[in-house]
């Protein structure tokens, strides 16, 4: 992560060169040629729908990219994520063919699988806190979990 | 030290009241009006600060399937978390952390499996245009083209360190030191020195460039 050039071979002095111009120039070129994509704006004004003051998130508290130690050879490996809120905890394994998990403690819950502001697919947890989707994850999701007068909502997360 | 300190602050007064979709003073009402349901707050906050999350998954060299992905998640987790936001007047490094977070995961993720591709932007044709692309639609405007071309192709060249802080500083409106530091994890006080080191080394590669 360093500059080739040598501290030496600076071709200005500290204090003649004003970089503002340059800077400026620069975003116009940004604007121009990696500007937000319009479908990307749009996406994120719809998103307001997500704000939900009233559930108790639960954080993403484990991540097998990040956390787990790579099995040397071993490919397509499956995604597990836990989230956490509380004594809630959220289990989830996202698959090539949609997502599977488990509540736990072990509890029956309504779950909804967001896959952004317009986007949910219910599925029901059983006794045991076990459920399945096999709605494909294209993009961010969160789960949002009613269980009793209780409703948790997952960290949005990547699949 | 006493230098680099001097500039920032220089540098933070500027962007915090230069002109721009949003004026930064003003993030910290617009997340308490969007907290009590004003969608107008909303949108404002994402035409403001947009580019902010989007120059700092481009500087980290994002591809666009992955760069679309975490931008999603960064919005949607800021929605979610608006009424939770501590210090609402700094969302715009709330927003630059998360998307820096985001990006690392992703760039951790994808060297396990192979090497990321560039993204190819100056091949990409956008749907939309802005008005600045308009602008390059004239023939008079070849020439202006031709330069703003160039002068990208030699900030992709640039080293890593100088790209990447180059990439989050040309988000428009500009963004403001701790902005750029919770983008990059650096501290603020190095910010103005290497800025100012990074943009003098374009211009000489632009020069050498002219001179050819």
Request: net charge negative; with cysteine.
């Amino acid at each position: 992560m360093t500059d080739d050039m040598p501290e030496g071979q600076e071709p200005f002095g500290e204090d003649e060169f004003d970089g503002g111009p340059l800077e400026a120039e620069l975003r116009q070129a940004a604007a121009i040629l990696d500007p937000v994509p319009a479908q990307l704006r749009e996406i994120a004004v719809a998103a307001f729908a997500l704000h939900d003051l009233d559930a108790r998130i639960a954080g993403l508290t484990f991540d097998s990219v990040v956390d787990a130690i790579p099995v040397r050879g071993a490919e397509d490996v499956p995604r597990m994520l836990t989230f956490s809120a509380g004594e809630v905890t959220v289990d989830v394994e996202v698959t090539a063919q949609g997502l599977m998990g488990q509540v736990l403690p072990p509890r029956p819950a309504r779950i909804e699988v967001l896959g952004g502001p317009q986007t949910a697919v219910t599925v029901d947890a059983d006794a045991m806190g076990r459920f399945s989707s096999d709605a494909p994850l294209t993009g961010p999701f969160a789960l949002r979990l009613r269980t009793g007068a209780e409703v948790v909502v997952t960290e949005w997360t990547r699949a | 030290m006493t230098v680099g300190t001097v500039h920032s602050a220089a540098y933070d007064d500027v962007s915090y009241t230069r002109g721009g979709v949003v004026d930064r003073a003003d993030v910290g009402a617009l997340v308490r009006s969007a907290v009590d349901g004003d969608a107008a707050a909303w949108k404002a906050l994402v035409e403001g600060l947009s580019p902010l999350v989007w120059s700092v998954v481009r500087a980290h060299r994002l591809g666009d399937a992955d760069a679309h992905e975490v931008y999603q998640t960064v919005w949607f987790r800021f929605a979610q978390n608006l009424g939770r936001i501590r210090e609402p007047e700094k969302a715009g490094s709330w927003l630059a952390s998360t998307a820096r977070h985001e990006s690392l995961k992703v760039l951790k993720s994808l060297r396990r499996l192979t090497v990321t591709s560039d993204p190819q932007l100056l091949d990409r044709v956008s749907e939309e245009r802005t008005p600045e692309q308009s602008v390059l639609d004239s023939e008079e405007a070849a020439a202006e083209s031709e330069r703003i071309r160039w002068m990208w192709q030699e900030f992709e060249e640039l080293g890593d360190r100088c790209r990447q802080l180059l990439r989050v500083l040309m988000a428009s409106p500009p963004p403001s030191y701790q902005e750029v530091s919770a983008a990059l994890g650096i501290a603020v006080g190095s910010i103005g020195p290497l800025r100012q080191r990074c943009l003098r080394r374009l211009r000489a590669r632009l020069d050498a460039r002219g001179a050819r």
